[in-house]
């Protein structure tokens, strides 16, 4: 029941990115955007803080996008006209690696704003916390990240440099907003099971302390398009075994609604600094 262009495995992944931002040109009326903001689980809010929207989209009406799998998860591109005269181009119709449609779709988000103009990519999310100093409702900044899902979006002999992908000039700008923020490694797993105690132990040996099922594949994605990377987690639950208490769904989005006013906050003050 497909007719997404990216399940052709003949299709130039980058051409139907190009097509995505000319769909988001024609739709917004806004020709090239400056940032792009993709929400997760917990930052639904902030966009409404970070601006005046001028246009939303279902992003079923631009070339490439997915239907989202999760509720909660928003399926419209915004176009926000910040107070200082960027344009954010906010995504809340993130395509998961879980979901089996493959690495292209999950990072058509990030090469589509890349195609758009976007010099800066911020990506958040939900997850689970694995650093025992972290406790659910609060932010952390990405510092690094380790990629455990044994995929890569970048194709063929692609060798890119992952030096400071999450680049210290722009966790450096969000300290300036608050410089409590603390930060870690996520690690990405493919999901969509949570982890056993034991892969959690396991992420924690290898220096992870965020566990998640996003963010690694598309900050790849954002540093190959030339793009500069800021990453936050809100840490919902803590991990596997890191908690007594089985992991559950309903809890992540208690969490996020808890915490969405004060992360939202944040947020829109650091996009306003960028
Ligand atoms: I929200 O505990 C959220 N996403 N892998 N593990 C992984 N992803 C998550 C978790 C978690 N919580």
């Known amino acids: 029941?497909?007719?997404?262009?990216?399940?052709?495995?003949?299709?130039?992944?980058?051409?139907?990115?190009?097509?995505?931002?000319?769909?988001?040109?024609?739709?917004?009326?806004?020709?090239?955007?400056?940032?792009?903001?993709?929400?997760?689980?917990?930052?639904?809010?902030?966009?409404d803080?970070?601006?005046?929207?001028?246009?939303?989209?279902?992003?079923?009406?631009?070339?490439?996008?997915?239907?989202?799998?999760?509720?909660?998860?928003?399926?419209?591109?915004?176009?926000?006209?910040?107070?200082?005269?960027?344009?954010?181009?906010?995504?809340?119709?993130?395509?998961?690696?879980?979901?089996?449609?493959?690495v292209r779709r999950v990072v058509h988000s990030v090469r589509t704003a890349a195609a758009a103009g976007a010099a800066i990519m911020v990506l958040t999310n939900g997850a689970g916390g694995v650093n025992r100093a972290y406790t659910p409702g609060r932010p952390v900044l990405i510092s690094d990240h380790i990629n455990l899902t044994a995929a890569s979006p970048l194709e063929g002999?692609?060798?890119?440099?992952?030096?400071?992908?999450?680049?210290?000039?722009?966790?450096d700008l969000a300290r300036t907003v608050d410089p409590d923020l603390d930060e870690g490694v996520y690690c990405q797993f493919r999901g969509p099971h949570y982890e056993t105690p034991a892969e959690v132990r396991m992420a924690g040996i290898m220096g992870g302390d965020i566990v998640g099922m996003s963010t690694a594949l598309e900050a790849i994605a954002a540093r190959e398009a030339g793009m500069e990377v800021l990453g936050f987690s809100l840490i919902t639950n803590l991990?596997?075994?890191?908690?007594?208490?089985?992991?559950?769904?309903?809890?992540?989005?208690?969490?996020?609604?808890?915490?969405?006013?004060?992360?939202?906050?944040?947020?829109?003050r650091v996009v306003g600094e960028l």
């Open 1 to 47: 029941m497909t007719d997404n262009p990216l399940d052709d495995p003949t299709a130039d992944p980058f051409q139907v990115a190009r097509a995505a931002a000319d769909d988001i040109a024609r739709l917004t009326g806004v020709e090239r955007h400056d940032i792009a903001l993709t929400l997760g689980s917990g930052w639904g809010k902030a966009a």
């Open 157 to 171: 002999a692609t060798f890119v440099d992952l030096t400071d992908l999450y680049a210290k000039r722009l966790r």
């Open 239 to 268: 991990a596997a075994g890191i908690q007594e208490t089985p992991l559950s769904h309903e809890e992540v989005l208690t969490a996020g609604r808890e915490a969405e006013p004060v992360i939202s906050r944040l947020l829109a």
């Open 49 to 102: 803080l970070v601006g005046q929207t001028t246009a939303e989209v279902p992003a079923t009406e631009v070339t490439g996008f997915s239907r989202p799998a999760l509720e909660g998860h928003v399926g419209t591109l915004r176009s926000i006209l910040t107070p200082s005269g960027r344009r954010v181009l906010v995504i809340g119709a993130r395509t998961h690696f879980y979901e089996g449609h493959g």
